[in-house]
């Protein structure tokens, strides 16, 4: 039996490389995978031209005409009040009627959440939407949460973001029992900034498989498959992460030449950035925690994420994540509904 | 001429290889670097027995006799307060009384700094000592302060850690007009969390040469010489690059494996070691802001650590950093004298 194709609206006038490099990924990964269907919103005669070009035309891809854009820089909220014909607020909007199962977009984050809040919404219990996932090779199932979407947090924001991750790392990692623990400088409860020793109790008490604390190095060694911190650690992780995956690799590159054949040191190299980098990879992480999936994308994303960022997408509309989300929030105390 | 020895005062019932491994590595230190001269802190018989079963006894090792010590787990305040011939603090004395230039330890870090802010006390115009200095070999010239010493820090704390940082770098480093930046989320003035935000003036207006916000690949990348955050990210940071780095190397090393020789092997993965533990490698950090030099190192420390931070020491002693960081915050608005 043929599943239902997942939809997915997309940003097409949203990037660096727009709409070049978009369409081109998304040529590619309806070309690969016959389950993904998508609507390109932008200036319908511009893109199907590039369709036809790619010879796509044969390809599960429709168009959704607009001319107006977000640019980087532009304040969001105002923005969206302004230009209701933007790409980004029409792609999400396919979304908000269930013409479209997710919406993806490389233009300017702001726009990118903005939309999805005013649009689609938080969802019960969620007070902010949070941006999370796997972030380090080393331990693919260890979920980042926030990673940048969410600065200044409160100790409840915490929660909700751990509640997040362990839908997400049920639901898309397929983990039974995810371990939850709080980012911080030291194992013992009493140890980190009072965010963290605020948060600490809650988390405790929230039903969710919470093991305490860890540092910055249980990161990388997996020993819990959530974990929890401020959008602003997790932001600098990220970057760190990546900033470091690329200068050991091009360390590694230069200590390996001469040494090895050259094709296998690019080997080499490459897997230590697939293995670093994995959001840029990934072509994008996913705000988690409101009614609907939307891909935030760097705003330098060129086709392969493209077509990576529909790989996720797929196993996120595939894996239920959503409803899943909405039933832990309805059930436990991994929501904010029951805050003072 | 001969330039005159550094006096380092030595814990020798610092640390979880004390005393064996802490006099291994002094004698080590003071046979290969004749301007190093060192007191060990501790039950003199079985200190000077040890020395001797390592041919020491003609070295310039001098003993000063005790029995008490700090274990890790006491409150620090409490244990200052009743164990006045604890090891820490009567070598931190020594310091006090002029009798050696830095004191170093492996025990708790509480009990370090305790000592070292109620006997040395902190420098005028610093409100809270920092640890700080290099941390990671791709960019051997950034300081990063601080790196656990301050949880949730003001915004003055920030202007104390670059004023040191700055200090660091021109007189350990030898960087004329070390680039100053905020870590943060964004480079553009306004992004990041509310500390970095109202941080930002006061760094603007300190008279250093403060280039603003830098990002977290921005640290590898050595975009700045000297990059100021709290000490709960800067733990994290520091500890997620260790173990980031460890399991670099130890992948590495399984890739290599039966395609380069295996000491060559070993080699890529000593040197990536090395590269990514500096602060393990240096053997501990030096507590930055208080009226002379103390050097807090891990609890795990060997003799090879005791060697590196002897050789910190001594560049930190004969480049005069406390001299010169009490002339910078004197004639600068780098400390807090004038904050409401």
């Known amino acids: 039996m043929l599943k239902p194709k997942v939809r997915i609206a997309v940003d097409a006038m949203g990037g660096d490389y727009a709409p070049q490099e978009v369409i081109k990924g998304i040529v590619a990964a309806c070309r690969e995978d016959d389950e993904i269907e998508a609507i390109l919103v932008g200036p319908e005669p511009a893109l199907k031209n590039e369709v036809i070009r790619l010879d796509g035309e044969s390809l599960p891809i429709h168009y959704l005409h607009t001319e107006e ?167 600098i992780l990220l970057k760190f992460c990546e900033g470091m995956g690329l200068a050991t690799a091009n360390w590694i590159r230069n200590r390996l030449e001469g040494q090895l054949p050259a094709n296998q040191v690019e080997e080499v190299y490459t897997q230590l950035i697939r293995l670093t980098n994995m959001a840029d990879e990934g072509g994008g992480a996913p705000l988690l925690g409101i009614n609907g999936i939307a891909m935030v994308m760097h705003g330098r994303s060129r086709a392969p994420q493209f077509v990576s960022v529909t790989a996720q997408v797929k196993r996120l509309v595939q894996s239920g994540f959503v409803a899943s989300l909405a039933q832990e929030l309805d059930q436990t105390k991994g929501g904010n509904n029951d805050r003072q």
């Not at 923005?79 to 979304?95: G, W, Y």
């Not at 623990?181 to 980190?192: H, M, P, R």
């Open 69 to 235: 854009c977000l640019r980087e820089g532009e304040p969001p909220a105002l923005a969206f009040r302004q230009k209701r014909h933007a790409s980004i607020i029409i792609a999400t909007s396919l979304v908000k009627s269930g013409d479209a199962d997710a919406v993806v977009s490389a233009g300017p984050t702001g726009g990118v959440v903005t939309s999805a809040m005013m649009l689609l919404g938080t969802m019960a219990g969620i007070e902010r939407p949070a941006l999370g996932g796997p972030f380090i090779g080393f331990s693919p199932n260890t979920v980042l949460v926030d990673n940048g979407g969410n600065i200044d947090c409160k100790p409840y924001h915490l929660l909700n973001f751990a509640t997040i991750g362990v839908v997400y790392a049920k639901t898309v990692l397929g983990i039974v029992n995810p371990r939850v623990a709080l980012l911080s400088i030291g194992a013992e409860e009493g140890k980190g900034n009072s965010l963290v020793k605020e948060a600490y109790p809650l988390l405790k008490e929230s039903g969710l498989n919470f093991i305490g604390n860890v540092e910055g190095n249980d990161l990388v060694e997996g020993r819990a498959e959530v974990v929890v911190c401020d959008g602003y650690i997790g932001n």
